[in-house]
């Protein structure tokens, strides 16, 4: 991505979470709350949600399944995503680079907004969703190869 010159798009207090991907949510979860990260969980007692997204992957029509729980380390979050069927963004990274952290988030009131700015930009959209509502966008910034998620706050 060029050097930005203008204001920058994302600001410190708009972070929201580091997304790793696992092959395994139950035993990774297990195996980090036996080291003392965590606990996880979303939704009351549960350990983890499977959430089904419709979007777009590479600019097509996409739908996947992904399991998802979180859990608090100081100020930060941390998101576990094991991508559970479909193709994904999430299961590519998985089956090209294994294992390991995948992005990091941040809040926005405007999505849409953002994503343009983004493309603006040079980086590369990955695949978005649920733009209109609780939306996000996934972007590759090609530098690094890290991946920035917008997620509506």
Known sequence: MPENKT????????????????????????????????PFGLMGDRKWVDITFKG??????????????????GDTEIELLQPSGGESALQEFLDEQGE?????????DDV??????????GAELLTCANLDARGFAYFKTGEGGVVIEIRCR
Not at 100 to 108: E, F, Q, R
């Open 7 to 38: 204001e920058p798009i994302f600001k410190s207090q708009d972070f929201h979470h580091v997304g790793v991907i696992v092959k395994d949510m139950d035993q990774t979860i297990a195996c980090l709350e036996s080291i003392g990260i965590g």
């Open 112 to 121: 849409r907004g953002e994503m343009d700015k983004m493309l603006e930009q």
């Open 100 to 108: 390991g952290v995948h992005h990091i988030a941040y809040l926005s």
């Open 56 to 73: 777009e992957l590479h600019g097509k029509p996409a739908e996947w399944k992904v399991k998802i729980s979180s859990a608090k380390v």
